[in-house]
């Protein structure tokens, strides 16, 4: 309460300093007033008056919908702000209060999130308006998200705005998540494995023994895309995946083992709007779509082949995807095998869906779904490129930093999502470069070490026995060779996973190839479908019973047994001295198989800073002894190098295929020539690259060549590289600087190509220069005229008198 007397009814105003000062008060209090009249200055009081109506001075809150059904894009929350006082404007006819929104930060990850922003603004001319914010449910792996969950309002600071709407705490309010009442995406996983025994999402299996690009899934709405890439698996008719490639909105993610030069990472810099997120764990590399689905596959050492499978999302339910992966509809798989136009065909409609996998759709059903001209994400033509549209929708998270400063970016697209996800990112690094460099050049050249003639070292197969057994002995052996596994037996009780579906897939090929090289890989997929089971069912998992289950799985479940050249411990693999990766398969003391440097080991320095080396091979596996040898060189403009130091620093590993050497450790700050080195054999700085496992023996040796396209020129890039200079160019102490420019310092020097490419030449006509000795100078001005130096001079020299007179008096 404030009680302040007044001499003019005019003075009975409530101003922003008295609400603010002497009130200490802010915005969201009801007011009401009262007024006593006196006879005079310190005279007889009246009566006093009866109170006014209480008015609400702020921003009303009115949860509109306060119930969010998770996937349900018509059932989302909505809540209106109105004010009910004016939006004042500091030094504008016109400006906005921000309204920023923010759930607890323990919420992140499993709780609201917002379609527009993290809030909204009151705008000054609309201030009486209703104005809205959207609530949704950030979609997580989990296969439930319900709860309640309390979301805060805060004003945000702004200088337009009146001090008076500071630190308003609106009142907070409860949304409420509810799970889809439709339930049949749960568990649901469409997979490729092997030599290709494919499953959809509703269970139908069947086989794809052709070689090709197919499209394995395509959802409607969003757009995003799966292909798979099929080859020869080297054994008769037998053939494999050896790529996968994913686009979302404006990114496309591409694994091709496929070739001589195998690629993992964003194609051709398509990495601009981060509606993927990929992610490692050990060999596992799962990619995140925003909406919840993901692609999981595992690249392990020794193999060019994988088993592919995607797990679908409360958004892939309702036939909302398509493709080879057909419509999930429930446990009705008599609709999968859909045509692009929406019609199916009826092979095998009449069988159960989990039946005998042998089944073989009709060619028209796989050739539909085959990767038409202009479609493919392996090879991305212009034409590919041009029909990407940007994401569709994107969510904002809004924790407690997003609500602090207006003006601050508020924290919508992908990237908000993907801090929930586990595991190393992928591919970001190498294709944040690639745009960096693409954006500063018109250089179209290849950024990857280009297709050669090399044999890859790594075997396609682990083992190749030749065998020949009944379908009764396969079966025997394929259910001993699962039960050698510690959480075969496990994982029977865990729901939607079906070990005993890889036992049929582990007999299949065994009759199929007359080997059993594909058994380690049925049972990697049983380990790899149980974790991911409970990595989703947060309901089995809170279930007393089952939890004990879960922590023995999670404990025992280590990849590929660590190849019998290690132990596990709490899930992951100890290796034995020697061996390395998360399954313990590699032989560290071999070198890895260098294939290249990215764009050829060129590094202009016009356009780009040249600090890390991006390096490609097979084999690079993640640990403490991966080391980059880097051995300093310069290179004189005739090509011969000389050798200056060598240094040893620890890799940074990106993939089992890339590894990133951070150069800029060993480059000297300042290059100064030395005296007893012509300037002509300095001409490009380059670092001879290798990578080793072990820090010991070491690969194949590239050289990376640190350039300025201003005026050197590459030359014989595909044989022995080499660097000329560009016509009209000097190259003194590692710049380039162009014909006819004078020494800052000197005006009796001049770049003269004519008399020297590495120095300085001596202006002979130019009154008052002799022939000056050999210099280093670097410090550079713009061509100009001798008249022009000779005025600056005689400035500088003016100045000088000027300040002395005016010190001595």
């Avoid at 052709?210 to 757009?223: D, M, P, V």
């Avoid at 479609?375 to 569709?392: A, G, I, M, T």
């Avoid at 990849?559 to 100890?574: D, E, F, K, L, W």
């Avoid at 320095?605 to 091979?617: K, L, S, T």
Wanted: proline share 4%.
């Amino acid at each position: 309460m404030l009680e302040q007397p007044k001499d003019k009814l005019s003075d009975l105003q409530l101003t922003e300093d008295i609400f603010n000062n002497e009130m200490k008060q802010t915005l969201g209090v009801e007011i009401s007033c009262v007024v006593l009249a006196l006879s005079g200055p310190n005279g007889i009081p009246g009566i006093r008056s009866d109170r006014s109506d209480a008015f609400f001075a702020g921003i009303r809150v009115n949860v509109v919908k306060p119930v969010i059904v998770r996937g349900d894009d018509k059932e989302q929350g909505l809540v209106t702000l109105t004010s009910t006082i004016p939006i004042g404007c500091i030094g504008k006819t016109g400006c906005s209060l921000p309204i920023r929104a923010h759930v607890p930060d323990e919420y992140k990850c499993k709780g609201p999130s917002f379609g527009n922003n993290c809030g909204t603004s009151i705008f000054s001319s609309k201030w009486n308006n209703s104005h809205n914010i959207v609530i949704t449910a950030a979609d997580t792996v989990e296969y439930s998200m319900q709860g309640t969950f309390l979301i805060y309002l805060k004003t945000a600071r702004f200088w337009t705005s009146p001090r008076i709407w500071d630190n308003y705490y609106l009142p907070n309010f409860q949304v409420e998540i509810v799970d889809s009442p439709k339930k049949e995406w749960r568990g649901k996983v469409c997979s490729s494995n092997n030599d290709l025994h494919m499953r959809t999402f509703d269970g139908r299996s069947f086989e794809n023994h052709n070689q090709g690009e197919y499209i394995l899934y395509r959802h409607l709405f969003y757009k995003a895309e799966v292909q798979m890439k099929i080859r020869s698996c080297g054994l008769g008719h037998v053939h494999c995946q050896c790529g996968v490639a994913v686009k979302a909105g404006l990114d496309v993610f591409v694994v091709d083992l496929c070739e001589t030069i195998p690629f993992v990472g964003y194609k051709d810099g398509l990495c601009v709007e981060s509606a993927l997120d990929v992610r490692r764990n050990g060999n596992t590399y799962t990619i995140f779509l925003l909406y919840g689905t993901y692609v999981t596959f595992s690249l392990s050492p020794g193999y060019t082949n994988f088993n592919i499978a995607i797990t679908s999302s409360v958004h892939d339910q309702s036939a909302k995807s398509t493709a080879l992966c057909g419509a999930l509809t429930g446990d009705d798989c008599t609709d999968d095998f859909r045509m692009r136009d929406g019609s199916w065909l009826i092979t095998g409609v009449n069988l159960p869906c989990h039946s005998n996998p042998l089944i073989q759709p009709h060619d028209s059903f796989l050739n539909e779904w085959r990767v038409r001209p202009n479609e493919s994400l392996f090879d991305l033509s212009q034409d590919v490129k041009d029909n990407l549209s940007p994401w569709v929708t994107y969510v904002c998270v809004c924790g407690n930093k997003s609500e602090q400063i207006a003006d601050a970016p508020i924290p919508c697209g992908g990237h908000t999502t993907q801090e929930c996800h586990l595991g190393s990112k992928v591919g970001t690094r190498a294709c944040s470069i690639i745009n960096t460099r693409r954006r500063r050049s018109i250089s179209t050249k290849d950024r990857f070490p280009a297709p050669t003639d090399r044999i890859r070292r790594s075997a396609t197969y682990r083992q190749e026995e030749s065998i020949h057994m009944t379908e009764e002995e396969a079966l025997t052996y394929c259910q001993d060779y699962m039960n050698k596994s510690q959480i075969y037996s496990l994982c029977l009780n865990v729901p939607s996973t079906h070990p005993e579906k890889n036992v049929e897939t582990c007999v299949m090929d065994i009759l199929l190839t007359n080997t059993t090289v594909w058994s380690e890989s049925s049972r990697e997929s049983m380990r790899e479908q149980c974790l991911n089971e409970i990595s989703r069912n947060n309901t089995f998992r809170e279930v007393e019973e089952a939890s004990g289950i879960v922590v023995e799985i999670q404990k025992k479940a280590c990849p590929s047994m660590c190849s019998n050249r290690g132990h596990c411990v709490n899930g992951a693999c100890i290796c034995d001295h020697g061996y390395g990766a998360s399954d313990c398969f590699t032989n560290l003391h071999e070198p890895p198989d260098m294939i290249g440097l990215l764009d050829n080991g060129l590094c202009d320095e016009r356009h780009v800073e040249c600090d890390q080396a991006f390096v490609y091979g097979e084999t690079f596996v993640e640990g403490e002894n991966l080391t980059c040898r880097i051995k300093s060189f310069t290179m004189s403009n005739q090509g011969d190098k000389t050798f200056e130091k060598t240094d040893y620093v620890p890799a940074e590993h990106e993939t089992l295929f890339e590894v990133v050497c951070p150069v800029q450790k060993t480059r000297r700050k300042k290059r100064f020539l030395p005296k007893n080195i012509q300037a002509s054999d300095r001409f490009v700085i380059g670092y001879t690259i290798s990578v080793s496992n072990d820090g010991l023996n070491y690969g194949k040796d590239f050289d990376l060549y640190m350039y300025n396209s201003e005026c050197q020129l590459p030359e014989n890039i595909s044989t022995t590289i080499t660097f000329g200079l560009q016509d009209g160019y000097c190259f003194i102490d590692h710049a380039c600087i162009i014909r006819g420019t004078i020494s800052e310092k000197d005006e009796c020097l001049i770049c003269d190509d004519t008399q020297s490419d590495f120095q300085w030449s001596t202006r002979e006509n130019h009154a008052g220069c002799r022939n000056i000795p050999e210099t280093s100078l670097t410090t550079l001005s713009p061509k100009g005229s001798s008249t022009n130096l000779k005025i600056n001079f005689a400035f500088l020299f003016v100045s000088t008198l000027a300040l002395k007179i005016i010190f001595q008096s």
